[in-house]
């Protein structure tokens, strides 16, 4: 079974930057496909960002080209750089990882079998 521990979160003011990150335990990391979603107040868990073992990346439309998702297996950790952070960014933000290859599109919180306990990001404006 797979354990995460996300960190990095905090409060940032419109158009600054985080980086989180998500260190993964009690699995080989390489084998991982890792996914970034968010949760606003009020609002369903959605997907943001996804590595897979192959390094292929694909980003939500409202993130693109503004966060970056990348992974150091030899750290077993995935980061997610966000730069020119918006209002609309604020929510609370979460690590999770398929290790089964279940039949779901990426963007689908059930393909996911492990899931971190979140780490709040709030932007001001």
């Known amino acids: 079974q797979v354990q995460l521990v996300e960190s990095g979160g905090g409060l940032v003011q419109a158009g600054g930057s985080l980086r989180l990150s998500c260190e993964a335990s009690?699995?080989?990391?390489?084998?991982?496909?890792m996914g970034w979603f968010r949760q606003a107040p009020g609002k369903e868990r959605e997907f943001v960002a996804v590595i897979y073992r192959s390094g292929n990346i694909y980003y939500a439309d409202s993130v693109k080209g503004r966060f970056t998702i990348s992974r150091d297996n030899a750290k077993n950790t995935v980061y997610l750089q966000m730069n020119s952070l918006k209002a609309e960014d604020t929510a609370v933000y979460y690590c999770a990882a398929d290790s089964l290859g279940t039949p779901y599109s990426y963007m689908n919180r059930r393909r996911y079998d492990g899931w971190g306990q979140g780490t709040q990001v709030t932007v001001s404006s």
């Open positions: 009690g699995r080989t990391f390489s084998t991982l496909t």
